[in-house]
């Protein structure tokens, strides 16, 4: 049995204090069990960085350590549902959508396992940590997986809605989530349904389609477009795969111009999930894809970083008003 | 025929009586020749295939399906089967006559093996084939998969053993060994893995590629309860895992290293390890299928 913190304990305190996030998961993952729903919970040596400690502590007969071994966490998870269980298991995103993208494919989608994974501090989150641990490619390999879906919640509230509403799910789900440190944008309880997207107000001249943290500054951003006259939406595409191919139709049939964010490379994401949409329909409405310009982002902290590639308020406002002048993208 | 005969429960198996009658070992050495011939019979289907992968699985085959596992062909997902999972995949061509035997599945199906539509293939399908308890093909993933089996089953309380095939070239992949130290973490006493210790990959033996012995000490380091067995030997194979299926009083997995002869049965695939994948013509395959119906193993 592995020692735990307990929630009660001053390192877990600190880390929560740090990252009030954290509890959303596990939250969630016990209101599952109250339910009645077979969750068992993994990790793969980061439980204090997921949060799922708080989980282990409370159902330590439904939590799994797999140490620093996290091919055989996501293979033995698969495994572990054909025995009627709920898998939900957690890892570093760069780890799970990179590292373990063949165990995804063979052991979870494939075999059509329904396991729950949780790829936590995505993107370039992870800021000075470097490279190894940030996830500019995992949208793109987990979406490129047949009978597998895609979720990235912009907020806390919206990863545990929709977590709930995985359990009612069939297939298999990549979660990719952030540290727990996104600023709110939905109220706790709030309705998630699998594979609509959430629109914020309608843009005439550009609708910006985002996912993840930059949902959030991408509202902001909107907001202050639109207050100095423009006509900018933004839809919240939290789940990547099935896309809500409607609601893209919707925005190209009614605005300008088009725009995505992603904390993620611009090659094979959202920005291109949403670039087939278009092609498929024919549709003519330009598209600008704003992300990780196929690069390895720098080192800094995150908040430096998101505010050099402009994924911060400020940044996706300059690159919309760009776009929208018709002046060239600042990047 | 698989039956819940064998399991803990039994009156047998709680008098600690596993010894194989004279009548059980030559019905199980007729399913282990039977393995053989419909390899044979499978492959002369697809053109190409791993004869001799088989061959040496043959007496573990027919031990665990026709005798140690607890099976209902009628309910493949009955909860309470014992599980086998394949990490040398390769080798199914072997596994798929004994499912259509049992009764998994029509045995029509085995003679379109691998044609355009069919669901079986060189590698074994656990959404399309009835009696498959998971999927393989890439190699190391299943010891993983069985010790989340044997993991749920605990959890579960369910009494099921789960029983996986690795091949001897499999154990140089890394995954083997992360799934190696997490069952001995878990207490998994359940899972039981069978190492096919025929000494042949693809690229020529085993230990001129990546050598992998002292591999009884590797595992015995791991903490697994060790077992170095003639994986030809029937009676001594059926045994051991009879025991290793009843004893309840196990803290930890334990691997059956099970001495093997890659392409037994057929006297010049013994000698040449290059049918490792590979196409008999008609009269090589004659050749063989009266040596396997002469020759006892």
């Not at chain 1, 063979?106 to 396991?115: G, I, L, N």
């Amino acid at each position: 049995m592995t020692a735990l913190l307990s929630a009660e304990s001053w390192q877990y305190r600190a880390l929560n204090a740090k990252n009030p996030g954290l509890d959303f998961l596990s939250d969630a993952l016990l209101e599952l069990v109250a339910e009645g729903h077979p969750v068992i919970a993994g990790s793969a040596d980061l439980q204090y960085s997921n949060g799922l400690n708080k989980f282990a502590h409370a159902h330590p007969d439904r939590y799994i350590q797999f140490g620093i071994s996290e091919q055989n966490m996501v293979t033995a998870a698969a495994g572990l549902a054909t025995t009627g269980h709920m898998p939900f298991v957690a890892t570093f995103a760069s780890f799970l959508g990179l590292l373990c993208c063949e165990q995804i494919r063979m052991d979870v989608a494939y075999c059509a396992q329904p396991v729950r994974l949780i790829g936590h501090h995505t993107g370039i989150s992870l800021g000075f940590y470097g490279t190894s641990h940030h996830a500019t490619e995992d949208i793109a390999t987990m979406r490129a997986i047949a009978d597998l879906t895609v979720i990235s919640p912009s907020d806390g509230s919206q990863l545990a809605a929709a977590i709930k509403a995985s359990a009612e799910w069939p297939e298999p789900i990549y979660f990719r989530i952030g540290r727990g440190r996104d600023p709110d944008i939905y109220e706790r309880g709030a309705h998630f349904v699998i594979g609509k997207a959430i629109e914020h107000g309608a843009g005439e001249e550009l609708t910006i389609i985002a996912c993840g943290l930059p949902v959030h500054p991408a509202i902001e951003a909107a907001r202050q477009l639109n207050a100095a006259g423009r006509s900018v939406g933004v839809i919240d595409m939290a789940t990547i795969k099935p896309l809500d191919r409607e609601a893209v139709l919707r925005a190209a049939g009614r605005s300008r111009m088009l725009m995505t964010i992603e904390e993620h490379n611009v090659l094979g994401g959202l920005g291109s999930a949403v670039a087939e949409v278009l092609a498929d329909e024919g549709c003519g409405v330009k598209l600008f894809r704003h992300g990780i310009r196929d690069e390895y982002s720098l080192i800094a902290p995150p908040t430096h970083l998101y505010a050099y590639y402009k994924l911060d308020a400020p940044g996706i406002e300059q690159v919309a008003s760009a776009l929208l002048d018709g002046r060239p993208v600042p990047l | 025929m698989a039956t819940t005969e064998t399991s803990a429960a039994s009156p047998r198996a709680q008098a600690n009586d596993f010894s194989i009658s004279p009548s059980e070992l030559a019905a199980l050495r007729e399913k282990a020749r039977f393995v053989r011939l419909e390899t044979i019979r499978l492959i002369e289907i697809a053109k190409t295939g791993h004869y001799s992968s088989a061959f040496s699985a043959a007496e573990i085959f027919a031990a665990l399906y026709y005798d140690v596992m607890s099976l209902r062909a009628g309910e493949p997902k009955w909860p309470d089967r014992d599980r086998f999972l394949m990490g040398k995949g390769h080798a199914a061509v072997g596994l798929f006559p004994i499912l259509a035997d049992l009764g998994f599945l029509a045995k029509e199906v085995l003679d379109g093996y691998t044609r355009l539509g069919n669901p079986l293939g060189d590698h074994p399908d656990m959404r399309k084939v009835p009696g498959i308890d998971f999927s393989s093909g890439s190699i190391g993933h299943a010891l993983s998969a069985g010790a989340g089996i044997a993991w749920g089953g605990r959890a579960s309380g369910r009494g099921f053993t789960t029983f996986v095939m690795l091949g001897d070239g499999e154990m140089q992949e890394g995954q083997v060994w992360e799934a190696a130290l997490f069952a001995t973490q878990h207490k998994l006493s359940r899972l039981v893995a069978i190492v096919d210790r025929n000494g042949y990959q693809l690229d020529g033996k085993v230990d001129d590629v990546i050598g992998i012995e002292p591999l009884t000490d590797k595992w015995r380091a791991f903490g697994w309860e060790v077992h170095d067995v003639d994986g030809h030997d029937l009676a001594a194979l059926t045994e051991l895992l009879r025991r290793l299926k009843a004893d309840g009083a196990r803290q930890t997995p334990v691997c059956v290293v099970a001495r093997t002869i890659k392409g037994k049965g057929v006297s010049y695939m013994e000698a040449e390890p290059g049918w490792h994948l590979g196409y008999l013509a008609p009269e090589d395959a004659e050749l063989a299928i009266a040596e396997i119906m002469a020759r006892e193993i």
